[in-house]
């Protein structure tokens, strides 16, 4: 791992290609899990005051699991998630066709709230978690993002770069550019470590 301004950063980032892509996966990553999206205590009120603004976009199924048990609910002392209907897709899920869209995101890319989504779901497939004083970011290598792996291959796209947005909000533009610039600095040393041991082609 290395350092970034008290964020321990995994060194599976540096390297990994991603890139979603959405008509492959059709949104797996909103249905798939042992529970909701993970949310921060800070997001629980932006859950609640968008709630008014996005009903309209919610499946009959996820109006019903909010009247009952609210948008969201308490896992563990201190760990909150969004609910779910039917141990499955989060209530927050719509389809377009096949594929599991987030009411949310769509609301905030029509302008209609200020909220984009939590930044758990913005971050994946990174997790982060508090470990004391600093935080841990981890890349999550599951089943179902195999084609965002494929698609950013084939696109020469990078998780580091291709999650600059939500880094960038999370931890602020100057904490994503020194992320980046240890980031560049690792890709070098790998390549020339990598080149150092290269089997001699001579004859």
């Known amino acids: 791992m290395f350092v970034v301004d008290q964020v321990l950063i995994s060194d599976d980032v540096v390297q990994a290609a991603f890139c979603c892509s959405l008509g492959a996966c059709k949104g797996a990553c909103c249905v798939v899990g042992e529970s909701g999206a993970p949310l921060e205590e800070s997001e629980l009120t932006e859950i609640e005051a968008i709630l008014p603004h996005i009903k309209d976009r919610l499946r009959d199924e996820a109006l019903a699991v909010i009247e009952k048990d609210g948008a969201w609910e308490e896992i563990t002392p201190g760990y909150y998630a969004t609910t779910c209907v039917d141990d499955s897709e989060c209530v927050f899920v719509r389809y377009d066709g096949l594929i599991a869209k987030c009411a949310i995101q769509e609301a905030y890319q029509e302008g209609k709230i200020s909220f984009e989504k939590p930044i758990s779901c913005h971050l994946f497939p990174l997790r982060a978690e508090q470990l004391g004083e600093y935080d ?12 965002a792996i494929t698609y950013g291959k084939s696109t020469a796209t990078y998780l580091a770069e291709y999650l600059e947005k939500p880094l960038s909000r999370k931890y602020g533009s100057k904490w994503y550019s020194e992320f980046m610039e240890m980031v560049r600095e690792r890709r070098e040393f790998l390549a020339s470590d990598e080149s150092s041991v290269a089997p001699n082609q001579s004859t």
């Open 136 to 147: 841990s970011l981890n890349y999550e290598q599951v089943e179902i993002c195999k084609p």
